[in-house]
């Protein structure tokens, strides 16, 4: 069989990188933070479990430009590639569908949530393209390399050979997450996506898709991967974890579910296993939360288990805006919750948006304020991106809020896009570098991390990783 790309393709960008692959959130930032591309990594190992040859090729992670890719991807002679796209970085995905197809004359398809919001607009400008794949890839991906008949293909947009564009059906939602293999983690370079914030060397597992939550800025769950969330099994999940140790010796597990310690059953059930094969002696792990799960034996059951840190989407302390962006969080609510993390010893990351719709100076310094009053560890500070597909998005194109509607190379999360007539862009990215500095340049704040730093020679290289990244991102 004939050989196979799977590429999350160049990003080049002035100064910086390009988070596109596996990112809720595609952005541009100073420092090189990656997550691990877990998606692709499944899609791979589908694909080698059907005994098709792929092989995946990580431009951004190998800090590969154009020229270094195209000579990648000609190296493999393949007859088909896909190329993952994200809003920010379209221009550029759309300029290396096109010349792979021109010099190569191999078959491209595009996935990703821009593409897939967007998928028959992008076949009539660009009918060079073979395809366009739809919401959850790794199975649409494996039908097309497989060569079934494009008009049999779940969740593919194509043209035929009349010219018009066919939309098949949506594919459904994979049911059983245990039937897919583990991630092809042998086919990246796993010291690419070590950060600062994790134990190194560390690995992502995803132990369930969708998210329950209506947020009008989330898009995932409108777009990729639902509203319902599905579950992996506990045995499922540790067999994989257990082969992270021994063949990668992995210390540490980043759970990136969209909401991981939410569903009772679920996280103490995992725990449950975790506790049962003393895996919690062999490594740490961090997780998402939700403020709305104030159930105290779960933060209890995830530290005896292992975990070690905790985040929160909070994205706001302003009532009038979680209202208006349907964040279901309470201020005070989240206050008690961040408590009984502390209470078992978790460490806390917070994350916060601003330059939502309406929003006005006084709401951000709310947010600043219950940042500050949460005592968390760490924060994260981004501003509302509205991307493609989700509510928020069709909401501010409707009333004329987007600053700059269709410039998406815009859309990388280095400025505001929303002006609704409250505050203007300048003031935000004013305010976003208020917010970070306020937050980290506490006394108390900077006493902590000393103090940390020399409980190990570890402990202090992380933490004097996370300073330059700061410097980086807010000094220089």
Known sequence: MSKIILANPPWEVKDGFGVRSNSRWPHIRKDKYLPFPIYLAYTASVLEKNSIDVKVIDAVAEEYGFQEFLTAVKKEKPEMCFL?????????????AKILKSELNTK??????????????ILKENPFLDGV???EFEYTIRDISLKKKFDEINGLSYIKSSGDIKINPDRELIKNLDELPFPAWHQFNLNHYQSHLYKSPSMMV????????????????????????????????????EILIKKYGIREIRFDDDTFALN?????????????RKINKKITWTCFGHIAQDNEEIYK???????????????SGSEKILKNIKKTLNPEKAKKVVKLCKKYGLEVYCD??????????????????????LDCDFIQISFVIPYPGTRMYNDALKEGFLLKPEQWNAYGGCEPLIFSGHTTPQEFLKLYRRFWLEFYLRPNIIFKKLLKATKSPADALKIFEGFLSFVKRFVI
């Open 301 to 315: 059951r995830i530290r005896d288990a292992g975990c070690r840190r905790i985040d929160f989407g909070i994205e």
């Open 264 to 276: 009772p059953t679920h996280v103490l059930s995992l725990c449950d296993e975790i506790l049962r």
């Open 133 to 135: 794949i739809r919401g």
């Open 108 to 121: 491209v398809f595009l996935f990703g949530s821009h593409v897939s919001v967007f998928h028959e607009k």
């Open 84 to 96: 993952e796209t994200s809003t920010p970085s379209i221009g550029q995905d759309l300029k290396t």
């Open 206 to 241: 995803i132990t369930s898709r969708g998210c329950p939550f209506m947020c009008t800025y989330c898009l995932w769950p409108d777009v990729m991967y639902g509203h319902k969330q599905r579950f992996r099994s506990p045995e499922n999940i540790c067999d994989e974890i």
């Open 352 to 373: 916060f948006m601003i330059g939502f719709p309406f929003e006005t100076e006084k709401d951000v310094k709310e947010s600043i304020k219950l940042a500050k009053s």
